[in-house]
């Protein structure tokens, strides 16, 4: 019942940029908190970059002064500006969002996935 559809992967150079939208859709009564995370292979799913309720962000060391995660609340879409990207920031990305959904006659809290968007950073 909770959607979430993502873009904006691709090829780049390293120094190149980015743009990586997650468009969430479905019965959704609020939304908690949105993310980005990513895997590369061989390794763990880790959080790239969070915001949550108030505008509040968080991210990766990694990536700080480089990444900008903002949001459309409107649009329940969430966005990460990828700048200067690095080949270490090859990996699989993933929209993760913690929402609020109606369940019968109250509601119910979970976490939904991404599919997915793959970015290859080349040197």
């Known amino acids: 019942q909770v959607h979430l559809v993502e873009s904006g992967g691709g090829l780049v150079q390293a120094g190149g940029s980015l743009r990586l939208s997650c468009a969430a859709s479905?019965?959704?009564?609020?939304?908690?908190?949105m993310g980005w995370y990513r895997q590369a292979p061989g390794k763990q799913r880790e959080l790239v970059a969070g915001?949550?309720?108030?505008?509040?962000?968080n991210y990766a060391e990694s990536v700080k002064g480089r990444f900008t995660i903002s949001r459309d609340n409107a649009k329940m879409t969430v966005f990460l500006q990828m700048n200067n990207l690095k080949p270490e920031d090859t990996a699989v990305y993933y929209c993760?969002?913690?929402?609020?959904?109606?369940?019968?006659?109250?509601?119910?809290?979970?976490?939904?996935w991404g599919q997915g968007t793959q970015v290859t950073v080349s040197s």
């Open positions: 993760n969002v913690d929402v609020t959904t109606p369940q019968g006659m109250g509601v119910q809290r979970g976490v939904y």
């Open positions: 479905g019965s959704i009564f609020s939304i908690n908190a």
């Open positions: 915001i949550r309720n108030g505008e509040s962000k």
